[in-house]
C-alpha cells in the first residue's frame, strides 16, 4: 500500500471530524434549547379521556404555557392540565417496559417529543379561584359564581335533548392559592365536584398546576387555539 494512499484515507478521517463535530454540537445545543423550552415555556400533553369534549378530543395533542401563568395567574375560563392533587385518579400500575424504550421515551419527554405522563395529570377548566363562592345549581341547573348565574352554553357538552348537565350539588368557597375545576362534559367528568372527600377537598391547589393549555397541534385537521370563553365570566365580580 501506498504512503499517498495512507496520506490520502488520514485526511480524508480529518476532513470528516470537524463536520461529525459540527453535527454533535448542534444537536446537543436543540436537546438544551428543547429541554428549556419544555420545562420553563411550553410543555406537550395528550388528552386520555373524553372530559373535555366537545372542546378537546380523547388523543388530542396540546400545548400547555407555563411561563404567562407564572406571572398573571389563572383567570375563569382557562382551560388548565394539573397534577393530581391526591386521589382523583385511579391507581393503574403499569406493565415495565424494556429498559431501551424506557430510555428512549425519557430522551424524548426531555426535548418535549414524548408526552408519556399524561395520563398522570388531568386538564379541566377553571370555575372560580381564590376567593370565590360557587354554588350548584339554581333553578334551571346552573352554577353560580359570587352569586351570578354562568351560561355556560359555549362550551358544554350535552346530549340531545338535555338542558343542563346533571347536578351535584356543592356550595364551596375556593381557598387562597387554588382552583376550583370542572369538565366541559361534565357528566362524563370526575373532576372538583366528585373530589370533595379526597385530602384537597376538590380544589387544586396552584403548585399543582402545569399551566394553561392553549393549542391544539393534533390531529392537524383540529388543529387551532383553545377557547378560554372568558366572556362566559364577564359579569361575575371579584370575591369579597
Known amino acids: 500500500m501506498s504512503s499517498d494512499s495512507t496520506l490520502a484515507r488520514r485526511t480524508r478521517r480529518r476532513s470528516l471530524w470537524p463536520l461529525v463535530r459540527d453535527v454533535l454540537v448542534i444537536l446537543l445545543i436543540a436537546i438544551v434549547v428543547s429541554f428549556l423550552v419544555k420545562t420553563f415555556l411550553v410543555r406537550s400533553f395528550y388528552i386520555p379521556s373524553g372530559s373535555m369534549e366537545q372542546t378537546l378530543q380523547i388523543d388530542d395533542r396540546i400545548l400547555v404555557d407555563e411561563l404567562t401563568p407564572r406571572f398573571g395567574g389563572y383567570s375563569r375560563g382557562d382551560v388548565v392540565v394539573f397534577r393530581d ?3 382523583w385518579l ?9 429498559a431501551l424504550l424506557e430510555a428512549a421515551d425519557w430522551v424524548l419527554s426531555m426535548v418535549g417529543l414524548s408526552a408519556s405522563d399524561s395520563k398522570d395529570h388531568l386538564i379541566k377548566r377553571v370555575i372560580g379561584v381564590e376567593g370565590d363562592h360557587i354554588v350548584c345549581c339554581n333553578s334551571l341547573g346552573q352554577i353560580t359564581v359570587n352569586d351570578v348565574p354562568l351560561d355556560e352554553s359555549a362550551y358544554l357538552h350535552l346530549n340531545e335533548g338535555q338542558k343542563a348537565p346533571q347536578e351535584v350539588p356543592f356550595d364551596v368557597t375556593v381557598p387562597e392559592d387554588s382552583l376550583w375545576v370542572l369538565g366541559d362534559n361534565r357528566d362524563a367528568s370526575r373532576d372538583s365536584r366528585y373530589n370533595t372527600e379526597q385530602p384537597s377537598e376538590g380544589f387544586v391547589p396552584v403548585e399543582n398546576v402545569v399551566g394553561r393549555a392553549f393549542l391544539v397541534t393534533w390531529p392537524l385537521g383540529r388543529f387551532g387555539l383553545i377557547d378560554a370563553h372568558h366572556d362566559t365570566f364577564d359579569g361575575v365580580p371579584e370575591a369579597r
Open 90 to 98: 385511579p391507581v393503574t400500575p403499569e406493565a415495565p417496559q424494556p
Open 85 to 87: 392533587p391526591g386521589g
